[in-house]
T-cell receptor, first 111, second 112 residues
């Protein structure tokens, strides 16, 4: 799986959009970008995934650059409950292989 | 709520002992994975079971072993516990080929 690079921490004001970047410059053509988050002392939670088109669901939006070497997870209206570690993971869709977690980004939503 | 449960929630063991952690997956999820998460780090893959057979393993020694049962439950067994085994142990389940894995809340193991 391609390696990902994320900033270790970010702050965001409550009610504002949180934009979490991820670099994956070695991504290959069949690899998708997945985002998971882990709220303190809980198991990771799936957020969204995408290949090359922008994706949106009820939790977030995923913007992938045209060259697919980076992406941004957007939480449109961050709440205090969005405070968590966010992991960007690159892997083939439906791969039988495991998720490879990096260190992630600690997002702190401030009141 | 992911429908994945783990027991116990917390556990304290002594170095050299053996421990069994349990996971109950959603009905129909035929693939279960176990992860170890040390404090301040991301989860690290231990192994994966598909239809009761191990079909993938991370960089963990043989004293980490597992079982998967037909009723969608599974176990992680760790023998000869070491202090470095202290961690949060997570199980995750999915259907074969699915893109989303559902994680349980984890078991916090402390080895003294």
């Amino acid at each position: 799986d391609a390696k990902t690079t994320q900033p270790p921490s970010m702050d965001c004001a409550e009610g504002r959009a949180a934009n979490l970047p991820c670099n994956h410059s070695t991504i290959s053509g069949n690899e998708y970008v997945y985002w998971y988050r882990q709220i303190h002392s809980q198991g990771p939670q799936y957020i969204i995934h995408g290949l090359k088109n922008n994706e949106t669901n009820e939790m977030a939006s995923l913007i992938i650059t045209e060259d697919r070497k980076s992406s941004t997870l957007i939480l449109p209206h961050a709440t205090l409950r969005d405070t968590a570690v966010y992991y960007c993971i690159v892997r083939p869709l439906g791969s039988a292989r495991q998720l490879t977690f990096g260190s992630g980004t600690q997002l702190t939503v401030l009141p | 709520e992911t429908g994945v449960t783990q027991s116990p929630t917390h556990l304290i063991k002594t170095r050299g002992q053996q421990v069994t952690l349990r996971c109950s997956s959603q009905s129909g999820h035929n693939t279960v994975s176990w992860y170890q998460q040390a404090l301040g780090q991301g989860p690290q893959f231990i192994f994966q079971y598909y239809r009761e057979e191990e079909n993938g393993r991370g960089n963990f020694p043989p004293r980490f072993s597992g079982l998967q049962f037909p009723n969608y439950s599974s176990e992680l067994n760790v023998n000869a516990l070491e202090l470095d085994d202290s961690a949060l142990y997570l199980c995750a389940s999915r259907t074969d080929g699915a893109y989303e894995q559902y994680f349980g809340p984890g078991t916090r193991l402390t080895v003294t």
